[in-house]
T-cell receptor, first 120, second 111 residues
Framework: GAVVSQHPSWVICKSGTSVKIECRSL??????MFWYRQFPKQSLMLMAT?????????EQGVEKDKFLINHASLTLSTLTVTSAHPEDSSFYIC????????????????FGPGTRLLVL | TQLLEQSPQFLSIQEGENLTVYCNSS?????LQWYRQEPGEGPVLLVT?????EVKKLKRLTFQFGDARKDSSLHITAAQPGDTGLYLC???????????FGAGTRLFVKA
C-alpha cells in the first residue's frame, strides 16, 4: 500500500513560536493532500486541502493565516502553525490519495502517523 | 450533505466476545474504507469494500458492504485486547474530492 510519512512525530514549543509539520508521500505522487486535526477521543476534523502548485482550500472556521499550508512538490506538503498558542495543542494528521491509481485504489486515503503538538 | 452514521460510538466488552460496528448512509458510494486508529497514531487502512454485497475477511474481522452500497458493517469475532482502538469508516463524496468519515467507534476490549 501507499505510504505517507510525517515529521516530526511530536513537538513541544513555547507560546508565540511557529511550528512546521511535514507530510510526504513516499512511494507515490499526490497533487492533493489533506490536513486533519484530531481532539482527544474524537474523529478527524478536516482543516484544509493542500493543492500542489496552488493555494490551499481551507474549511470553514479554519484561519488560513494561522495555519499556513505549502504544497511545493508532488510528494511534500507542509503545515505551519504560526504564533502557536496552547489552544493549538492537538494531534495533526495528514493524508493523501494515490491519484495515479484508478478505481477504488485511487479513492483510498492513506494517513501519516500524526504529529502531536504541545504548546506551553 | 453526505453523511456516514457510525454506531455504536463507544463499546466496552470482555475478551472473547463478538461485536458489530455499523456504518450507514442514505448515499451510494463507489467504495468504502474501514480504518483502525490506535492512540497517538494515524489511522491505518484495514480494508476497502467495492462491490455491493461484498464480504471481506481479515483474520477475525469480517467486513460487509451493503447490496445497495449505502452501508457497511464490521464484525469482530472473539475480540482481543489488541483490537482496542478507534474504528472509522470513510468514503469519497459524490464529487470525488473529499473523503467523509464516520464519527468513529471507540472499542475497548478488557482482558
Amino acid at each position: 500500500g501507499a505510504v505517507v510519512s510525517q515529521h516530526p512525530s511530536w513537538v513541544i514549543c513555547k507560546s508565540g513560536t511557529s511550528v512546521k509539520i511535514e507530510c510526504r508521500s513516499l512511494d507515490f505522487q499526490a497533487t492533493t493532500m489533506f490536513w486533519y486535526r484530531q481532539f482527544p477521543k474524537q474523529s478527524l476534523m478536516l482543516m484544509a486541502t493542500s493543492n500542489e502548485g496552488s493555494k490551499a482550500t481551507y474549511e470553514q472556521g479554519v484561519e488560513k493565516d494561522k495555519f499556513l499550508i505549502n504544497h511545493a512538490s508532488l510528494t511534500l506538503s507542509t503545515l505551519t502553525v504560526t504564533s502557536a498558542h496552547p489552544e493549538d495543542s492537538s494531534f495533526y494528521i495528514c493524508s493523501a490519495r494515490d491519484e495515479g491509481r484508478s478505481g477504488h485504489l485511487g479513492e483510498t486515503q492513506y494517513f501519516g502517523p500524526g504529529t502531536r503538538l504541545l504548546v506551553l | 450533505t453526505q453523511l456516514l452514521e457510525q454506531s455504536p460510538q463507544f463499546l466496552s466488552i470482555q475478551e472473547g466476545e463478538n461485536l458489530t460496528v455499523y456504518c450507514n448512509s442514505s448515499s451510494v458510494f463507489s467504495s468504502l474504507q474501514w480504518y483502525r486508529q490506535e492512540p497517538g497514531e494515524g489511522p491505518v487502512l484495514l480494508v476497502t469494500v467495492v462491490t455491493g454485497g461484498e464480504v471481506k475477511k481479515l483474520k477475525r474481522l469480517t467486513f460487509q458492504f451493503g447490496d445497495a452500497r449505502k452501508d457497511s458493517s464490521l464484525h469482530i469475532t472473539a475480540a482481543q485486547p489488541g483490537d482496542t482502538g478507534l474504528y472509522l469508516c470513510a468514503a469519497l463524496n459524490t464529487g470525488g474530492f473529499k473523503t467523509i468519515f464516520g464519527a468513529g467507534t471507540r472499542l475497548f476490549v478488557k482482558a
